[in-house]
């Protein structure tokens, strides 16, 4: 089965809240189209709809109005776990609060979406990432004996393993310093490189995003190109 | 995909982080505490129906007025069953002084087939026990016969046509106690010398009695074979139908020991429910994060459940394991009791064990963990992305019914188990509301309050639901302590005050009415207080109602029985002491109309209702009146109790024997042989055998129950680390907040520690009122004992409680102040 060029688009995405101060339309007939192993940035203010884009096109979330496509699928088509299973083996996440799971070494983490998804030569896999991201030596350590920068790291070797066609990326280094910051996009590239994946990078530091194939700032609920 | 592989890692891996010991020890503890005395009854139980062996000195003991055909002993062979022969009848033995009314009982070398013969070789030495009875050409007798004839061992005397040596002075007879009613002086003989003395002719009255013995199943289908063949004139008894007294021991221990395992349950139950919750709440962020790498929600609640089973299955083994050894250690801790030789416990216990791990850890885990699986992937991205509030009905519903279940299963007592799940329910019920009205106050009295005590207090009233579950928490682990307390301290003590040192041990009846002002004067000067001498009038009941008895109204053997035998009546002012009147209303005084007064026990067995009107056959003539009050009768004090008495009105002019019992301490026997002598017709009954095994009973109950609740306080101190381990996280992020805040890691000790000992005042006081009524309704309601109300409990449970939890949880919670603030805001991040 051939992968479409496109892995990820979005046609008249609407998403409307009903929040306790009343209804709030955080995107408004967004349009965006990505093709494999594109790098994209998303800029945009805190609170601009960012990390909802994200969700949307990640099928965590269900839009109010228009449509989604994930590596060809269309996710209003899908229930739940049929998104869950779209998924998995095909999206990498790195967040910024890194998400590992704290009762799992680095290794486990990284090897958890390969056994969920009953990947085989899952171990190699992971190892081979885990050695990518220069972590092999702290391979057995928890999360909570690893630096923040360090924490990423794992959290990109776990997006990474599967060898996904897209990478979605909310703020990766919005908790780490400029310098661990800069190293982290930098590997995000590479892999993404190395991967052929897609890679949607939510960032607010424009440095950053210079480095993607295009960046483009949400504002009012629609994207806007700035290139 | 192996979901079973995916299952066993996450599990290993959950393990290794620390996880899930909490969890675990609550369910080890469980499952070990059920086992342990699920093994130990089954060995128990056993033992306690050797104990009533002892007391027919056999399994199984038949009662015939004739010969018993040898058949009865050739079956019983050939099914692998020992057997022994008796004979007892009433005779006179001669010696120098002149003759004597003796109760002779000639034994074959099979007696006595359990239980032990103890003899005395000399006046001054010390007893022994005799592996069977006296050898041929020999007589063991009563120490106070030898008083009362003035002959010595060595003498000899003449019993029928025949001369048998004194060899031995008898001191205990497994089966004495079965006599009761004929006793005069005891004499034993060998039964080969029997055809010898002449004494037994096909017309003579006599007791012929065949003792079987052996593994319970054999005696079970021997009974079965023996019933249809039994003769009018024979009777079967077997060792559980043993004596009242005992009986009423061995049930009460039965109690003990049962309620001690609920109670563990119940604790141990909350344990567990604690610890889930914990683990849940830990993996919420995990799950979503699983979910957006793609694994379905079925996929996850498969693992999550072959988790958990996996999980409890290990756990319980474990405490399977832990449970045996306990059982073990009691054991031999009771090795006396025991004996040696009991057969080793049954696997059953294990099925027990394991299928109560997995049920209270399925029902106390698994809703919350389905609920789970629901989590939007979407809170990995944003944390404000709700988790589904795990529905706290259905958890509750789920536990409870799991609960409900294992009550219901364990207790054996359906009453008992209703009794206590409403109990359980009303009590969690109240918990919850009082703690939801004293964290508000403790909300309000945060706003009049400042620095330390206002941190503290608000962080307390901050989280309604948090503090429910923690000083619930806190409330059940100390409500064990102190449960065990009034257990130990008022319950078990009421038990063996139920039997005091001075319980009466010897009984006098037949004493004629003209003898009643003399004796009482003997027995006054001979220094023994205690002179309620009552009548005891024979009478038949014929009528209840316009009803008229008749045995065949009765499916029920023992209602038979009664329903032809003359029952024992009596008539007095007063009730008996230990006595409780439970429905009606006792007579005024000495001049109330003809009424009577019936045992609870023998009115519902009979039928007899209050009001109704009874119809006694008494020396010739009717007596009737209706049934005023119902008694409760402690039979295990041992003093004289009557299943019927009625007011002096309607018994007075009959005529009358009389009866007493009282305490003679060990050595009184020239008492004894003075008493027979001046009262020739009185018979006194030494009772001291079967006091001395009922007071074993409680004895060894008492031990075995404070055995058992030794895990109730491990479960108890579980679930208040539980407690404190609760609100750990939550902490973790506000303290480090605080701390960014520029509060000083004094302060922060400070307010925890008000918010700790809050929480335990508040606990320790909840624990304390349910403690005191729970055992005030054990006492009165289950074990019928004297409930007095303990004022140190109070001060112990609210004061120790809030000590003991103020610091614990301080200490508990300090590491997470030593961490430098940053730490711990990014962890909590
Ligand atoms: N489910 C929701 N309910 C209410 N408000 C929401 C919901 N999802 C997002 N929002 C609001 O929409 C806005 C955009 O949020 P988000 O996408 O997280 O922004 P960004 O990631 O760009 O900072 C924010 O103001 C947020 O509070
Ligand atoms: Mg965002």
């Given at each position: 089965?051939?992968?479409p060029?496109?892995?990820?688009?979005?046609i008249?995405?609407?998403?409307?809240?009903n929040g306790?101060?009343?209804?709030?339309?955080?995107?408004?007939?967004?349009?965006?189209?990505?093709?494999?192993?594109?790098?994209?940035?998303?800029?945009?203010?805190?609170?601009?709809g960012?990390?909802t884009?994200?969700?949307?096109?990640?099928?965590l979330?269900?839009?109010?109005?228009g449509?989604?496509?994930?590596?060809?699928?269309?996710?209003a088509?899908l229930?739940?776990d049929?998104?869950?299973?779209?998924?998995?083996?095909?999206?990498?996440?790195?967040?910024?609060?890194?998400?590992?799971?704290?009762?799992?070494?680095?290794?486990?983490?990284?090897?958890?979406?390969?056994?969920?998804?009953?990947?085989?030569?899952?171990?190699?896999?992971?190892?081979?990432a885990?050695?990518?991201?220069?972590?092999?030596?702290?391979?057995?350590?928890y999360?909570?004996q690893?630096?923040?920068?360090?924490?990423?790291?794992?959290?990109?070797?776990?997006a990474?393993?599967?060898?996904?066609?897209?990478?979605?990326?909310?703020?990766?280094?919005?908790?780490?310093d400029?310098?661990?910051?800069?190293q982290?996009?930098?590997?995000?590239?590479?892999?993404?490189?190395?991967?052929?994946?897609?890679?949607?990078?939510?960032?607010?530091?424009?440095?950053?995003?210079?480095?993607c194939?295009?960046?483009?700032?949400?504002?009012?609920?629609?994207?806007?190109?700035?290139? | 995909?192996?979901?079973w592989?995916?299952?066993?890692?996450?599990?290993r891996r959950?393990?290794?982080?620390?996880?899930?010991?909490?969890?675990?020890?609550?369910?080890?503890?469980?499952?070990?505490?059920?086992?342990a005395?699920?093994?130990?009854?089954?060995?128990?139980?056993?033992?306690?129906?050797?104990?009533?062996?002892?007391?027919?000195?056999?399994?199984l003991?038949?009662?015939?007025?004739?010969?018993?055909?040898?058949?009865?002993?050739?079956?019983?062979?050939?099914?692998?069953?020992?057997t022994?022969?008796?004979?007892?009848?009433?005779?006179?033995?001669?010696?120098?002084?002149?003759?004597?009314?003796?109760?002779?009982k000639?034994?074959?070398?099979?007696?006595?087939?359990?239980?032990?013969?103890?003899?005395?070789?000399?006046?001054?030495?010390?007893?022994?026990?005799?592996?069977?009875?006296?050898s041929?050409?020999?007589v063991?007798?009563?120490?106070?016969?030898?008083a009362?004839?003035g002959?010595?061992?060595?003498?000899?005397?003449?019993?029928?046509?025949?001369?048998?040596?004194?060899?031995?002075?008898?001191?205990?007879?497994?089966?004495?106690?079965?006599?009761?009613?004929?006793?005069?002086?005891?004499?034993?003989?060998?039964?080969?010398?029997?055809?010898?003395?002449g004494?037994?002719?096909?017309?003579?009255?006599?007791t012929?009695?065949l003792?079987i013995?052996?593994?319970?199943?054999?005696?079970?289908?021997?009974?079965?074979?023996?019933?249809?063949r039994?003769?009018?004139?024979?009777?079967?008894e077997?060792?559980?139908?043993?004596?009242?007294?005992?009986?009423?021991?061995?049930?009460?221990?039965?109690?003990?020991?049962?309620?001690a395992?609920l109670?563990?349950?119940?604790?141990?139950g909350a344990?567990?429910?604690?610890?889930?919750?914990?683990?849940?709440?830990?993996?919420?962020d995990?799950?979503?994060?699983m979910?957006?790498?793609?694994?379905p929600?079925?996929l996850?609640?498969?693992?999550?459940?072959?988790?958990?089973?996996?999980?409890?299955?290990?756990?319980?083994?474990?405490?399977?394991?832990?449970?045996?050894?306990?059982?073990?250690?009691?054991?031999?801790?009771?090795s006396?009791w025991?004996?040696?030789?009991?057969?080793?416990?049954?696997?059953?216990?294990?099925?027990?064990?394991?299928?109560t791990?997995?049920?209270?850890?399925l029902?106390?885990a698994?809703?919350p963990l389905?609920?789970?699986?629901?989590?939007?992937?979407?809170?990995?991205?944003?944390?404000?992305?709700?988790?589904?509030?795990?529905s706290?009905?259905?958890?509750?519903?789920a536990?409870?019914?799991?609960?409900?279940?294992?009550i219901?299963?364990?207790?054996?007592?359906?009453?008992?188990?209703?009794?206590?799940?409403?109990?359980?329910?009303?009590?969690?019920?109240?918990?919850?509301?009082?703690v939801?009205?004293?964290?508000?106050?403790a909300?309000?009295?945060?706003?009049?309050?400042r620095?330390?005590?206002?941190?503290?207090?608000?962080?307390?009233?901050?989280?309604?639901?948090?503090a429910?579950?923690?000083?619930?928490?806190?409330?059940?682990?100390?409500?064990?302590?102190?449960?065990?307390?009034?257990?130990?301290l008022d319950?078990?003590?009421?038990?063996?005050?139920?039997?005091?040192?001075?319980?009466?041990?010897?009984?006098?009846?037949n004493?004629?009415?003209?003898?009643?002002?003399?004796?009482?004067?003997f027995?006054?000067?001979?220094?023994?207080?205690?002179t309620?001498?009552?009548?005891?009038?024979?009478?038949?009941?014929?009528?209840?109602?316009?009803?008229q008895?008749?045995?065949?109204?009765?499916?029920?053997?023992?209602?038979?029985?009664?329903?032809?035998?003359?029952?024992?009546?009596?008539?007095?002012?007063?009730?008996?002491?230990?006595?409780?009147?439970?429905?009606?209303?006792?007579?005024?005084?000495?001049?109330?109309?003809?009424?009577?007064?019936?045992?609870?026990?023998i009115?519902?067995?009979?039928?007899?209702?209050?009001?109704?009107?009874?119809?006694?056959?008494?020396s010739?003539?009717?007596?009737?009146?209706?049934v005023?009050?119902?008694?409760?009768?402690?039979?295990?004090?041992?003093?004289?109790?009557?299943?019927?008495?009625?007011?002096?009105?309607?018994?007075?002019?009959?005529?009358?024997?009389?009866?007493t019992s009282?305490?003679?301490?060990?050595?009184?026997?020239?008492?004894?042989?003075?008493?027979?002598?001046?009262f020739?017709?009185?018979?006194?009954?030494?009772v001291?055998?079967?006091?001395?095994?009922?007071?074993?009973?409680?004895?060894?109950?008492?031990l075995?129950?404070?055995?058992?609740?030794?895990?109730?306080?491990?479960?108890?101190?579980?679930?208040?680390?539980a407690?404190?381990?609760?609100?750990?996280?939550?902490?973790?992020?506000?303290?480090?907040?605080?701390?960014?805040?520029?509060?000083?890691?004094?302060?922060?000790?400070?307010?925890?520690?008000?918010?700790?000992?809050?929480?335990?005042?508040?606990?320790?006081?909840?624990?304390?009122?349910f403690?005191?009524?729970?055992?005030?309704?054990?006492?009165?309601?289950?074990?019928?004992?004297?409930?007095?109300?303990?004022?140190?409990?109070?001060?112990?449970?609210?004061?120790?409680?809030?000590?003991?939890?103020?610091?614990?949880?301080?200490?508990?919670?300090?590491p997470?102040?030593?961490r430098?603030?940053?730490?711990?805001?990014?962890?909590?991040?």
């Amino acid at each position: 089965m051939s992968e479409p060029r496109t892995v990820s688009q979005a046609i008249g995405l609407g998403k409307h809240v009903n929040g306790p101060a009343g209804g709030l339309t955080i995107l408004d007939g967004l349009d965006l189209e990505i093709g494999a192993g594109e790098a994209v940035a998303i800029l945009g203010a805190s609170g601009s709809g960012k990390s909802t884009l994200l969700s949307l096109l990640a099928g965590l979330d269900e839009a109010t109005a228009g449509e989604v496509w994930l590596c060809g699928r269309r996710i209003a088509d899908l229930d739940e776990d049929g998104r869950s299973e779209l998924r998995g083996g095909r999206v990498g996440f790195v967040f910024q609060n890194f998400q590992l799971l704290p009762t799992l070494t680095a290794r486990e983490n990284v090897l958890l979406p390969l056994e969920l998804t009953g990947t085989e030569g899952a171990a190699e896999r992971a190892d081979a990432a885990l050695e990518r991201v220069g972590l092999t030596a702290r391979a057995g350590h928890y999360p909570r004996q690893l630096s923040g920068g360090e924490q990423q790291r794992v959290a990109i070797a776990r997006a990474y393993a599967p060898r996904p066609s897209v990478l979605f990326a909310d703020e990766p280094t919005g908790n780490l310093d400029q310098q661990t910051g800069e190293q982290i996009i930098e590997l995000l590239l590479e892999l993404r490189e190395a991967a052929d994946a897609a890679l949607i990078l939510v960032t607010h530091d424009p440095r950053l995003a210079e480095r993607c194939d295009r960046r483009l700032r949400m504002r009012d609920g629609r994207l806007e190109s700035l290139t | 995909m192996n979901v079973w592989r995916i299952a066993l890692r996450l599990l290993r891996r959950d393990w290794r982080s620390g996880e899930l010991y909490l969890l675990a020890a609550a369910l080890v503890i469980t499952v070990a505490a059920v086992t342990a005395v699920g093994f130990f009854t089954d060995r128990v139980e056993t033992s306690i129906e050797r104990q009533g062996s002892e007391l027919i000195a056999s399994d199984l003991a038949i009662d015939s007025s004739a010969p018993i055909p040898q058949t009865l002993d050739a079956e019983a062979k050939a099914r692998g069953l020992a057997t022994a022969r008796t004979v007892e009848f009433r005779s006179v033995v001669v010696a120098d002084q002149g003759p004597r009314l003796v109760n002779i009982k000639a034994v074959d070398p099979g007696y006595p087939l359990r239980g032990e013969l103890r003899v005395r070789q000399g006046v001054d030495t010390l007893d022994e026990p005799a592996p069977q009875g006296p050898s041929q050409g020999e007589v063991w007798v009563e120490s106070r016969l030898l008083a009362l004839l003035g002959v010595r061992i060595g003498d000899t005397l003449g019993v029928g046509e025949t001369r048998l040596r004194i060899g031995a002075v008898l001191t205990q007879e497994p089966d004495a106690g079965r006599s009761f009613f004929n006793i005069a002086p005891r004499v034993m003989m060998n039964a080969a010398d029997l055809e010898a003395t002449g004494l037994i002719g096909p017309a003579s009255r006599a007791t012929y009695r065949l003792l079987i013995a052996g593994e319970d199943e054999r005696v079970a289908s021997y009974r079965d074979w023996l019933e249809p063949r039994l003769a009018a004139n024979m009777s079967a008894e077997s060792a559980s139908k043993a004596r009242p007294e005992f009986a009423t021991a061995v049930d009460r221990a039965a109690r003990f020991l049962h309620l001690a395992t609920l109670t563990t349950l119940l604790v141990a139950g909350a344990a567990i429910a604690l610890a889930s919750h914990r683990l849940v709440e830990r993996q919420t962020d995990a799950v979503a994060v699983m979910r957006c790498l793609g694994a379905p929600r079925r996929l996850l609640i498969r693992i999550f459940v072959l988790r958990l089973v996996l999980f409890g299955l290990i756990a319980s083994l474990v405490g399977c394991l832990l449970g045996w050894l306990a059982q073990a250690g009691l054991v031999d801790t009771l090795s006396g009791w025991l004996g040696e030789e009991l057969p080793p416990p049954s696997a059953a216990p294990l099925l027990v064990g394991v299928t109560t791990g997995l049920v209270s850890l399925l029902g106390f885990a698994l809703p919350p963990l389905l609920q789970l699986a629901q989590v939007t992937p979407l809170r990995a991205l944003r944390r404000d992305a709700g988790r589904p509030r795990a529905s706290a009905a259905i958890t509750l519903a789920a536990a409870a019914l799991a609960l409900g279940l294992l009550i219901l299963w364990q207790a054996q007592d359906p009453t008992l188990a209703w009794k206590l799940i409403a109990g359980v329910l009303g009590a969690l019920a109240t918990l919850i509301l009082c703690v939801l009205l004293l964290v508000r106050l403790a909300g309000g009295l945060a706003g009049r309050t400042r620095g330390v005590w206002r941190l503290g207090l608000a962080a307390l009233a901050r989280r309604p639901s948090g503090a429910v579950l923690q000083i619930g928490g806190f409330g059940i682990g100390i409500l064990a302590l102190l449960l065990l307390a009034v257990v130990r301290l008022d319950l078990l003590r009421a038990w063996e005050d139920s039997l005091p040192t001075d319980a009466p041990n010897y009984f006098l009846i037949n004493i004629q009415p003209q003898e009643v002002e003399p004796l009482r004067d003997f027995l006054a000067e001979s220094g023994i207080e205690r002179t309620d001498i009552l009548p005891m009038i024979r009478g038949r009941l014929t009528h209840i109602g316009d009803h008229q008895v008749e045995p065949s109204d009765y499916q029920d053997p023992r209602a038979e029985r009664l329903a032809t035998r003359e029952f024992n009546l009596s008539y007095g002012t007063e009730p008996q002491p230990d006595n409780r009147i439970a429905a009606g209303a006792w007579w005024p005084d000495a001049e109330a109309p003809p009424q009577f007064s019936v045992e609870t026990g023998i009115a519902e067995t009979l039928g007899i209702a209050l009001g109704d009107t009874l119809t006694f056959w008494v020396s010739g003539h009717a007596v009737s009146g209706p049934v005023t009050s119902l008694r409760e009768v402690q039979w295990d004090s041992f003093n004289v109790n009557f299943f019927v008495v009625s007011s002096p009105a309607l018994l007075r002019d009959e005529a009358a024997t009389y009866i007493t019992s009282f305490h003679l301490p060990a050595g009184s026997d020239a008492l004894i042989a003075e008493l027979s002598r001046r009262f020739p017709s009185v018979t006194p009954l030494d009772v001291d055998a079967i006091l001395d095994q009922v007071r074993q009973v409680i004895d060894r109950g008492v031990l075995a129950v404070e055995y058992v609740f030794a895990f109730t306080l491990v479960a108890g101190l579980l679930v208040m680390y539980a407690g404190i381990q609760a609100s750990l996280e939550d902490r973790r992020a506000e303290h480090g907040i605080l701390r960014t805040l520029g509060a000083g890691r004094r302060a922060l000790l400070g307010s925890l520690a008000v918010e700790f000992a809050a929480a335990g005042l508040l606990a320790g006081l909840l624990a304390s009122v349910f403690a005191e009524t729970t055992g005030w309704l054990l006492a009165e309601q289950l074990f019928e004992l004297e409930f007095s109300f303990n004022p140190w409990l109070w001060v112990m449970g609210v004061l120790g409680s809030g000590l003991a939890i103020g610091l614990a949880g301080t200490l508990a919670t300090y590491p997470l102040l030593i961490r430098p603030p940053l730490q711990a805001l990014r962890r909590a991040g």
